[in-house]
């Protein structure tokens, strides 16, 4: 079955500092593979896709991912976290025409 | 462009009564998804149409649960009789079919079943 997993349940890191959320997907092909974000009290809102390609993609809001096949893995990351990066991240997976699977979401927590 | 609109934000009702979630999506899609949220079962989708037409509601939890699209722009999400364990966020969210992933999610409504 199609699943995708974060590892990942809540992160904290320092205000500067360097970030990376795990994402890991069990498919049968190359997927299409998302990162959304949700605010406090907020729908999800897309960060970044991948479809094909290169395999490092650049989002919104400074945020990039890299699809990498051979872990089954779309890490997504930022150089220096802002306090307004808190939220929940969500991973995201597709195939085909089949509806997007999310995995349980990891929330951010930033600290002064 | 006004987003994908949602009514209510918040509901709260007794159990055994019938709620109705509402949604505008964004003109133009042709996509339209209804999923709910719960901290036990993450993100999960209960229904999705295709230009009016329910294409797949297999995630539609019980028969107490219904959806219609009379229209490219509105739908409702119906629960009759709600349950406790109803209590969820629902989120609404459409796209088109050229960027059918790319899905533009509304702010949800937040339901609390007594």
């Known amino acids: 079955a199609q699943s995708v997993t974060q590892p990942d349940i809540h992160i904290t890191v320092s205000e500067g500092a360097s970030l990376e959320l795990r994402c890991n997907y069990s498919?049968?092909?190359?997927?299409?593979l998302f990162w959304y974000v949700q605010s406090p009290g907020q729908g999800l809102q897309l960060l970044l896709k991948y479809f094909s390609g290169d395999t490092l993609v650049q989002g919104i809001k400074g945020f990039e991912a890299e699809f990498k096949r051979s872990q089954s893995s779309f890490n997504l990351r930022k150089p220096s976290v802002h306090w307004s990066d808190a939220a929940e991240y969500f991973c995201a997976v597709g195939e085909g025409n089949t509806p997007l699977v999310f995995g349980k979401g990891t929330r951010l927590s930033v600290i002064a | 462009d006004a987003g994908v609109i949602q009514s209510p934000r918040h509901e709260v009702t007794e159990m055994g009564q019938e709620v109705t979630l509402r949604c505008k999506p964004i003109?133009?899609?042709?996509?339209l998804f209804w999923y709910r949220q719960t901290m036990m079962r993450g993100l999960e989708l209960l229904i999705y149409f295709n230009n009016n037409v329910p294409i797949d509601d297999s995630g539609m939890p019980e028969d107490r649960f219904s959806a219609k699209m009379p229209n490219a722009s509105f739908s409702t999400l119906k629960i009759q009789p709600s349950e406790p364990r109803d209590s969820a966020v629902y989120f609404c969210?459409?796209?088109?079919?050229?960027?059918?992933?790319?899905?533009?999610f509304g702010p949800g409504t937040r339901l609390t079943v007594t």
């Open positions: 969210a459409s796209s088109f079919s050229g960027r059918y992933y790319e899905q533009y």
């Open positions: 498919y049968g092909a190359t997927p299409y």
């Open positions: 003109s133009g899609h042709d996509y």
